[in-house]
Each structure stands twice: as structure tokens, then as C-alpha cells.
């Protein structure tokens, strides 16, 4: 199941066209935006919190429960207790999957991991039957269910966009 939103922003869109305009080649700038993006949106799942600060919801008792159950399945590492796994981080494999992709005139942030969409907006039992509960939502992808950025990631975005277009 793929899934993906397009941001369509006014301020980023407008500053976009005019670097367009001014560069010619977006690739190198967008790089450099891929790279920074991909590194803020890791360090969420160290610190646990949303692009706007929030704090992601905990565990629920039943992936806790889960958690110690698959506990016994590992060999090799031993795993952190139940009680100290943060969301979102059991074998690290979302996070480490994310990643950008260039392209002549797009930037495409990513994660191959199936679950992400699910983690990052939530889903309840009703919607998706073959969860074992409601998910909450701990968002680590810039961009919020309408598709807007949220504002500090947005701002972010300007910013980088207004020096490179002003700076000689």
C-alpha cells in the first residue's frame, strides 16, 4: 500500500519558482534541504516529540505486552525493558530507513517502512480491523493530515530559500 501526500504550500511554492528562476538548478539546494530535513526528522525519534514540540503518546499496555512477549524471540542484543521502550524505536529500523531522493525541480522524503504512514497520522481499530488497537498519532514527517507543513518546519524551509535566493 503506497501512500503520499503533496504539499502544496503558497509561500514555499512562490520562493520554489523563484529559485527556479535564479538557479536554474535546484538539484544542489535541494540536496542540501534533503540532507537537513531527513537529520530533523531522525532526532524526533530521540527525542520523541512531534515537528511542533509535542511529546508522542507512550506506549500502550498492549504493545508493551507485546513488546515482552517478542522479547523471548531475540537472540543476540539484548533488548531494553518494556517499561523504558520509547515509541516508535524497538529495532530502529523506521528512522534508519528514512531517507531523500532529487530530482530536477523535487525534493521526496521517505520512509520504506510499511507502518510509517500508520505512525505518523494514526489509525483506530474501526478504520484498519487488523490492528490490535487505536493508534495514536506521533508524527515525525514534517507535515501535518491536510498536507500543510507545520509552521516551524515551514518557516525553516523559507528561511533557507530566502538566503539562498538573496545571497550572492
Not at 26 to 49: H, Q, S, W, Y
Request: hydrophobic share 40%; aromatic share 8%; net charge neutral.
Amino acid at each position: 500500500m503506497n501512500q503520499h501526500i503533496e504539499i502544496n504550500n503558497g509561500s514555499v511554492d512562490q520562493l520554489l519558482k523563484q529559485l527556479g528562476q535564479r538557479a536554474g538548478d535546484m538539484e544542489p539546494f535541494l540536496r542540501a534541504l534533503g540532507e537537513d530535513m531527513v537529520e530533523r526528522i531522525k532526532g524526533r525519534f530521540g527525542t520523541g516529540t512531534a515537528p511542533d514540540g509535542v511529546p508522542w503518546a507512550p506506549n500502550s499496555a498492549a504493545t508493551l505486552a507485546r513488546y515482552i512477549q517478542s522479547r523471548g524471540r531475540r537472540t543476540g542484543r539484548r533488548a531494553p525493558p518494556a517499561p523504558a521502550k520509547r515509541p516508535l524505536i524497538a529495532s530502529g529500523e523506521m528512522s534508519r530507513g528514512i531517507h531523500y531522493q532529487v530530482g530536477t525541480d523535487a525534493l521526496l522524503i521517505a520512509s520504506p517502512a510499511p507502518q510509517a504512514f500508520m505512525m505518523q497520522f494514526g489509525g483506530t481499530k474501526a478504520q484498519f480491523p487488523h490492528l490490535w488497537g487505536d493508534i495514536p498519532a506521533r508524527p515525525f514527517f514534517p507535515v501535518r493530515p491536510d498536507g500543510s507543513l507545520y509552521p516551524d518546519e515551514e518557516q525553516d524551509i523559507v528561511d533557507a530559500l530566502t538566503f539562498y535566493l538573496t545571497v550572492e
